[in-house]
């Protein structure tokens, strides 16, 4: 042992992480290659304590752990470092949070060193092609539903037992270590997360797959120039999407645009049962993840008109979408500004001083009637008051008797 833990000694088997894998797939595989259980790599060798794998890994990694990492198999530490989620900080979200939920991120529900929940997914067939097996970071990301590369929808539970994916429980309380890496094996029931069964690989549409490879594109890039708001930051257009997907989720007022979605597929509206607000999608398991992203990016297409119009024809106006406390970036607020407000005008503070100023310029009386009439919004008059409002295209409550004499 005492060759892996002199720090700033180069461990024998030192596998790179490969392409976009999570950390928590990446030490399995080193654990596995360097002949030792998980468990004991990760606390004599990384100086990690023993309840470690009781939390959330890849959101909350130890910094010590990550440059005993690198000193080890002689990766970049900022390479190590982005192995975790919360390198997404500034694409995905502007600031990430290593506590609490995140907005994207699917949760695991931890439950001692098990998982309770389905927020770990896998495509099948890029665990059967890949000469080293391992779990994408993006497979841990709520908007990836489907396998890009092989068009098919990904998976999120073992294919034998149903239960939540556990990849790194495969030498848990074994006396021998198998020569394979157990990393394609559920650690619940040991069946194989390659192996085939008829309800595998369905295949994703079509619009879909090139919807979510865009929302990957913008991950990748920081940046996209085809999807409203994220021509400078990606994070505002996906601050932007969540609040979308919210809506399209919610019981409210909302779900009439949902419902009028899904009628023009000629299908019926549903339910979502009761869960926490704060992660409602993205505890959801995997095709109903699909279903309102699919919903979703039909909202997004053609911006804003696609939007505006399922609004409008819903009967949903912006006091229905904004709501109080929640951040909204400028690409979506104004649409639903300009579009979907459906109040009488009303003058703001800033106008009213202006009109004032303008009066007092030019020796005019000022008054509270004179200022409104110069805003044309009332008077002292039902009258006059009349014509300052505007046809709602949305109204609301009983109807006006306006005509009555
Ligand atoms: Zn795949
Ligand atoms: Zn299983």
Redesign the pocket.
Known sequence: MSRLTNSGQLWLYRSKPQDDELLSSWLVRLASGLAIKLQTFCTQILGLHSGYWTGDIDRHPSLLALSRLSEGTAVPLDRVKATSLGALEGRLWERYQSGGPMEWLTPLGSLGRRRAMHGQQY?R??LESDAQPYFRRRWRLAFNVA?E??G?FLEDACPHCHGPVEFHTGDFGRRLLDFDCPITRCGACNADFRQWRSSADRKAPSDLLIFQSSLNEALQQGHHSRLPGAESYSHLFFMGLRHLVRNVCSRGRFSRVREWLLSRQGLLNFEFEEQPRWQKFEALRVGDRALILDLVSQLIQDWPHAFVRACQESKVSSSYILSYGAELPFWLSSEIDWHLYDRDYAPTPAERAAVERYLLNHGLAVSRNSINRWLGVASVSKLLHAPARRDRWNPRGAKRTRDHN
């Open positions: 495509c067939q890029c396998c590369r092989h098919a």
